[in-house]
């Protein structure tokens, strides 16, 4: 498996900026043509890890989100998601769905919602350190006349 | 970015461009103060304007769900698209009975 294609983007962790980022790899992985569902469940799997980093880790308290997103020639998009936060304690609870230490309105679906919709998630952390979210999905090419509409 | 209407004992909420974490608190404010003042027996969130929606929508539902039942309403979810109810289906908001 070779990387054909790579993006790196660094940006504040403000709330504004959750569209941005998911849009931006979203842009990325249009070079593999998936179809609208692919490119939404990319963009909601994103949305929540970019969240997770300004919420959780950060705080509301501002730092530096990391994204890399790199694209192989099997098709696959990989993309890291890393902040340099307070950590995760217990990440195997951490990935309970519900569990949320983020308030009443927060939903706690935010790793069961990438886990759903990507292929895989791998959650690296240390308490003081930061996390590093990845995750990957297929991208399944067919010919376009093939594609639903 | 949100319309509110008011028709009899019904509050309509038209939801408009993506829901995030980030539209979120503003969100919550706008209907709040609505529905609290006006204190509507239904509560309709109308999704028929949102292309995108990550689980910070669950929490806005669930939020405002737990709103109408103290104020003695009830609310109603319509018009959602297949993406956005694949993360409702995820939630378990369904078996609140609020989604048609």
Redesign the interface.
């Known amino acids: 498996m070779n990387i054909v294609n790579e993006m790196n983007l660094n940006f504040e962790a403000k709330?504004?900026n959750?569209?941005f980022a998911?849009s931006a790899v979203s842009s990325f992985v249009l070079s593999l043509d998936p179809t609208?569902?692919e490119l939404?469940?990319i963009?909601?799997a994103v949305?929540?890890a970019v969240?997770n980093c300004?919420?959780h880790a950060y705080g509301y308290q501002g730092g530096t989100i990391y994204i890399n997103a790199r694209i192989t020639d099997t098709g696959r998009i990989i993309i890291k998601v890393r902040d340099k936060g307070c950590g995760i304690p217990d990440v195997k609870q951490a990935m309970e769905?519900l569990y949320t230490t983020g308030g009443?309105?927060?939903?706690g679906?935010?790793f069961?919602?990438m886990q759903?919709?990507m292929d895989r998630v791998q959650v690296r952390s240390a308490v003081l350190k930061g996390t590093t979210v990845t995750m990957e999905k297929a991208i399944i090419r067919c010919a376009k006349n093939e594609r639903p509409q | 970015m949100v319309e509110i209407e008011r028709d009899n004992d019904t509050l309509t909420v038209k939801l408009k461009g993506d829901i995030d974490h980030h539209r979120c608190a503003d969100l919550r404010r706008k209907i709040d103060a609505r529905a609290d003042s006006e204190r509507p027996k239904t509560l309709i969130l109308d999704f028929s304007c949102v292309q995108f929606m990550d689980s910070s929508g669950v929490g806005l539902v669930m939020g405002r769900y737990r709103q109408m039942s103290l104020l003695g309403g009830r609310l109603k979810v319509i018009n959602v698209n297949d993406n956005i109810n694949r993360v409702f289906r995820l939630s378990g908001l369904e078996s609140l009975g609020v989604m048609e």
């Open positions: 709330s504004i959750e569209s998911r609208i569902a939404s469940d963009k909601t949305s929540e969240t300004i919420v769905p009443e309105e927060r939903a679906l935010g069961a919602v759903s919709f």
